[in-house]
């Protein structure tokens, strides 16, 4: 018996070749390849700060909305950086609304009280409506001893304790700054 070279069975070949229900599965597996092996490519031509100079990056090549006070140095800006009307009062701190306290409308309130040697007194005055204090003192027309004041807690009056104890009869006199504070 002599040996007859073997043929390939049609089985195995059919194998190789993709059937009609297959092709739609490859042609996914092949984007997903084309777009896996160009992700590669963008990132590793992403920029970083190294690479760009000092001073070259302007407002057209950042997207708005894109920066925070997270990406800008303590310091760096003023106001010339930024844009009028842009920042409103609910953007800042209480500590960088001082500096920003409009002050109108201030007058100035004053009390007196003539005093013996010995005597005290409680000199009060209140701001008027929706005016607060700004600044309160008090003194002796005579002597150039203290006296006690207190500002309200609410800001809204003031009110001194003078006690004279310098030998003679004086005066003294309570002052009150008041205006109006706004934002």
């Given at each position: 018996m002599t040996a007859q070279p073997r043929t390939p069975r049609l089985g195995r070949l059919t194998r190789l070749?993709?059937?009609r229900a297959s092709l739609p599965g490859l042609a996914v597996g092949?984007?997903?390849l084309v777009v896996a092996a160009s992700s590669g490519a963008v990132a590793a031509t992403m920029i970083t700060g190294a690479q760009i100079a000092d001073e070259t990056v302007t407002t057209k090549d950042v997207k708005n909305g894109s920066l925070t006070g997270a990406d800008v140095?303590?310091?760096t800006l003023s106001g010339v950086d930024v844009k009028n009307g842009s920042i409103y009062v609910s953007d800042l701190s209480a500590s960088a609304l001082k500096p920003l306290l409009r002050i109108n409308g201030y007058e100035v309130l004053s009390a007196s009280s003539s005093l013996e040697t010995?005597?005290?007194d409680v000199?009060?005055?209140?701001?008027?409506?929706g005016k607060l204090v700004l600044n309160a003192s008090a003194y002796w027309n005579v002597s150039n001893e203290a006296i006690q004041i207190l500002i309200?807690?609410?800001?809204?009056?003031a009110s001194a304790y003078p006690e004279n104890s310098s030998g003679a009869a004086d005066e003294a006199v309570l002052q009150l700054t008041c205006a109006t504070a706004s934002y």
């Open positions: 070749v993709p059937s092949a984007a997903a140095a303590d310091a010995g005597e005290d000199l009060s005055l209140d701001c008027p409506d309200g807690s609410d800001g809204t009056f």
